[in-house]
């Protein structure tokens, strides 16, 4: 059998139609494949990705046809739909071959691996995934390592292998590269069954997402999916500091893979944090990274470090295991943390203000985002949350909103929840929209105070995805620097 051959002239259909569907249908057209892409959705819902589309993808919108699911030779599920609804339980039943969009990204990758080397390096995690997966990638090209990078974050993993499948035939344009790196959400992971990184990665495991998972018992089991193919050839980076760490360690099998872990509480085999800065403890690699020298010298200053806040501090640790393990040298992982500006929407400085310091960290959707959030600050804090519950607990917020912040601002659909979970620990101020809640916090805050915009919450109530709503917040703080409290 030729390259790509299993998918040549198959009849395929792509269930869910956003930027993973693009992905995926278009590879899949590339490949050789007979395409049709369908969603619930309707046309004008769905227009901007439609456009994306190859001219042969046949389109299927409204609902998910069950005869055309039946007469597929394979079904490839986008992150955002649940395996559980009836038309793939029923295609199910009837033998058809389901796989998500990182699985068949992993399979036309295998293709390759039969020529060249490469692995892939996941990254999963209620928090945390998006800054680490990036910085992760820019060690690895500081380090002189050919790195592409996809999954849930930005492009998706098949578009970027599309352009491999694209230039393989032309050897003056193939670059193979050395490493994938991927971020992978629990959905994603819900629909693998060969997929196999060289090393991945745990950062958390806190609540989230339980209005699709139906506990945290199979949240865990989502996460831990990453691992189930690794063997002791492989490498697996756990956060010591977890709750969770425990029962996500006695799932690894005994020939599996092998386990560094990264604390910023205790001194463990992997990474470790203490008085400002971040030692490696991994024996075996000193012959290999002689700067390692032991877990006594100092390796990283975090004071040397662009991006801020203690999730920082792990997501860094993380991420530099990970280099280590793929040949990058200590020196490449300081340059990047010393140069790394870190991410959109993920506790970004946003503005000074009457000397009153405004972040956006849109990007915190759940109650453990905002509590990391929180503890990376020592000005007393006006804090706007609210949007879309995710089932989440807001009472764990209590301690450090008691301790931290000032006066909360709640909006959206979750804030009479807020209000009555927060009202004994803090004030609290409801308001309509979040330029009303902007000019609230204007009001409220005094130099040499922070206003911090972590919702906890979800944006689809307000607006269309974490990223409009966090350049909503923006530019409302841009009025407020430029155009008065009266502009907003």
Request: overall charge negative; hydrophobic content about 40%.
């Amino acid at each position: 059998m030729g390259m790509f051959e299993r998918f040549k002239d198959k009849k395929v259909v792509v269930v869910g139609l956003a930027r993973s569907g693009v992905g995926a249908a278009n590879l899949l057209v590339r490949l050789g494949s007979r395409v049709t892409v369908m969603d619930v959705k309707t046309y004008g819902e769905l227009s901007q990705y439609i456009g994306k589309l190859d001219s042969s993808v046949d389109i299927k919108l409204g609902n998910f046809n069950g005869e055309t699911l039946g007469n597929s030779d394979l079904i490839v599920v986008s992150p955002g739909v649940p395996l559980t609804i009836a038309e793939l339980a029923q295609a199910k039943q009837m033998g058809k071959i389901i796989m998500g969009e990182l699985e068949l990204a992993y399979q036309v990758m295998e293709e390759f691996r039969k020529s060249t080397p490469l692995g892939f390096l996941a990254i999963t995690g209620t928090n945390g995934k998006s800054t680490t997966t990036t910085l992760l990638y820019e060690i690895l090209r500081h380090s002189g390592l050919n790195t592409i990078i996809g999954g849930n974050i930005g492009l998706a993993i098949t578009e970027e292998i599309s352009k491999l499948v694209k230039n393989f035939d032309k050897p003056r344009e193939f670059v193979s590269p050395d490493y994938i790196v991927t971020e992978v959400s629990s959905f994603q992971l819900e629909s693998i069954d060969k997929f196999k990184p060289k090393v991945s990665v745990i950062l958390n495991i806190t609540p989230d997402h339980l209005d699709r998972h139906v506990n945290m018992s199979e949240y865990i089991e989502a996460k831990c999916r990453i691992f189930m193919n690794q063997d002791e050839m492989n490498f697996i980076i756990l956060n010591a500091d977890e709750p969770s760490t425990s029962e996500i360690a006695s799932r690894i099998k005994k020939k599996g893979p092998d386990i560094l872990y990264f604390s910023r509480k205790k001194e463990v085999r992997g990474a470790f944090y203490r008085d400002g800065a971040i030692y490696f403890n991994i024996p075996e690699l000193e012959v290999l990274c002689p700067e390692l020298v032991s877990q006594h010298s100092t390796v990283l200053n975090t004071s040397e470090f662009r991006i801020k806040g203690v999730h920082n501090i792990e997501n860094a640790m993380a991420a530099s295991l990970v280099a280590l393990v793929c040949g990058s040298n200590v020196s490449d992982i300081r340059d990047t943390l010393a140069s790394f500006n870190g991410l959109e929407h993920r506790l970004e400085f946003v503005e000074e203000v009457d000397g009153v310091k405004y972040y956006n960290d849109s990007k915190g959707t759940n109650v453990w985002a905002v509590i990391k959030s929180l503890e990376g600050f020592d000005e007393p804090i006006v804090l706007i949350a609210g949007g879309r519950d995710k089932v989440g607990d807001f009472s764990d917020l209590r301690p450090l909103v008691k301790d931290k912040v000032k006066a909360a601002i709640v909006i959206g659909e979750s804030r009479y929840k807020l209000r009555e979970t927060l009202k004994d620990v803090t004030a609290v101020y409801e308001e309509d929209s979040l330029n009303e809640a902007v000019r609230k916090a204007r009001l409220i805050a005094r130099p040499g105070e922070v206003v911090l915009f972590s919702p906890a919450c979800a944006s689809f109530d307000m607006f269309r995805d974490f990223e409009q709503r966090g350049i909503a917040f923006k530019e409302c703080v841009s009025t407020l620097a430029y155009g008065g409290v009266g502009a907003v």
